[in-house]
């Protein structure tokens, strides 16, 4: 190799080594994100205690048909019908359908674009600038026929981050969509067990009815007796009035549960007078799945929702970063221009063009650090709400299932009193008939067994609501598996950088 050579090599490296200095020198003087930073972080299931609230039961999960547990057809019927007709879904879908859209926008960024265009425009050119006469003075036609494409190099990755944060923004909205199902399907089932409730507190109000229709019978023959004062016919017969008002609010309470239940459906409230009496059983024995803290967050929609804001926040800092570095766009154009039409369609009228075109932020009074700092704001936000999501939902799993053991222990003494309280009323009555006792120790063994008898029924029906309520807490049988590590939060840092670049120290 001859020294020329040589010495071209050389001189070709230190010019290469000049470039790369001033280049690192002007971007170290450019705008930077300096200072700004974030140290929220996500909150992992397994640094909450909760061994001993939620133990490991090997129970199972809920499915998406968790409803049917209960064995009631009519349940699930309404369940189906109100996910094929409830607005408050099709406004959820019409939010997933948004997303999708910008999602696609997004993506959009990321890919080269070719537009076609032409114009025709009829102009009188200036006598007195740089266009000479004919044209000058003179009126022209101008055809302009252009194809032009161009494609952002992307190269600090500012439009695949937007992506990824409109991906993550689409996941989180359908998740939002999964939230707005369960809410509905929860709130007609609990909706649906107080319209059972009701008949059944109406069946022991027309029981009471009957009981104290007989009171007033042999209160009206003990009369005939002289065992007994008007004033104790008067006192039967306000007792039985007191009954049959009972009896007719719950025919009003049943009447707008079911008109409830008819909005939830998206229906006229006539729907809901076809509502037949529910049958619901007492459903599945309650246990809690093992690994449930961990779990939770792939199955609880409004966890799965947030943790994937956050996703799109992070990204969305990085899309922020990467707005500090330099822009480079590529654009080439060919096309035909010309005066007139009679030359517009000939080799002589072509234009074309090809080129970079850079752009590098060096002063923008602070807009940029401003807009990253909101951009962390948003992030530091999505991710107090990812761990406040899981926090409530823990304890709502924990409340719902202290409040099942809880009403299945009451339920043990309710029975107890109900039994000793329905023999006393059965004793009292039959003492009284026989003179044995007066009326006021009928009426009090009488409204006794009536409390313990809606007590019961009452604990019963809020077992079944605890049930559904513990059956949501659960995630009512969502799973996310919109990636392989769905039961993952996504790695919340915000503060790395997109690549290494001087101006971003």
Known sequence: MSIQSHTEQRVSRALKL??????????????????????????????????????AEQGHWPGANWADQFGDAQLKALIDEALKSNPTLDQAHARVAAASAYSETAKASTMPRVDANYSLTRQQFSNTTFVPPPFGGAWQTENKGLLSASYDLDLWGKNREALKAAISQLQASQADAEVVKLTLTTSIARTYNQLARLYVLRDIAQQEIMQREQIDRITAGRIATGLETEVERKTAQANLSTSRAALKSFDGQILTTRYQIAVLLGAGPDR???????????GDEVRLPDNLPADLVSRRPEIVAARWRVDAMTHGVKEAKAEFYPDINLSAAIGLDAFGFGRFLTAASRTASVGPAIHLPVFDAGELRAQLKGRYADFDYAVATYNQALVTALSEVATQLADVRSTDAQ???????????????EL?????????????????????ALSANQSVANLRMNRLDQQIALAAALGGGFVDTSNANAGAAPRADASAPNTPVVAAR
């Open 18 to 55: 000049g470039v790369s200095a001033m280049l690192a020198a002007v971007l170290s003087a450019c705008v930077n994100y300096a200072g700004i930073h974030s140290d929220a972080k996500t909150a992992e299931p397994q640094q909450y205690a909760t061994q001993q609230s939620l133990p």
């Open 272 to 282: 809901g007078l076809r509502i037949a009496r529910p049958a619901l059983g007492m």
């Open 411 to 425: 339920l043990v003494d309710a029975q107890t009193a109900q039994d000793a309280a329905r023999k006393a009323a």
């Open 428 to 448: 009292a009555l039959v003492q009284y008939k026989a003179g044995l006792t007066n009326q006021l120790t009928v009426l009090n063994a009488d409204v006794n």
